[in-house]
């Protein structure tokens, strides 16, 4: 189960967060690479770094007790916790299942026609993608339908990417709108 905790928290917050769930692994941006974890996490991953790069994920899969891959995933099966932003208060883990998810992608898709022309279509990502509208709509919808998935160097590098990759598509919160017409 993933529990994607956004990187602005401060890092008090996210190791609390972390102490809470007791992950086997964590994966964390180069920004966070020195961030205090449990004692019984099994191992921290970076990513962002000539040795992310590097990572042999199908091993570090395969040395997991668990079997992942070839357990049945049931719509009822949590499937993630992401976090609030703490804007109101102490960040809050949400348990969100495979229904879920599964049930936003569809829907999306009843309002986005992506699937008219899958591998065709290009968007642009800009949120971190522990925000749930990014992993939604920006992540798991594009995925599902097939769409080419491009990341943006930074907030302040959204409009210089626009006009790098031209996305045919682009999911948005009300911030890049108000960056825009500042």
Known sequence: VMAPVNHRLEHAVITDVLTGYSPKVVV???????????????SRVVVGTARGAEIDYEHLVAESPDDPVNQAIRFDDVCMLPHTSGTTGA??????THGNITSNVVAGLLRIPIQDDPGQQECLSFLPLSHIFERMAGHYLM?????IINYAGSIDTVSADMGEIRPTLMCSVPRLYEKIYA
């Open 143 to 147: 995925t599902h339908a097939g769409a």
């Open 91 to 96: 960040p809050k883990g949400v348990m969100l």
């Open 28 to 42: 964390v941006d180069q920004t966070a690479a020195g961030i205090s974890l449990p004692s019984d996490v099994a």
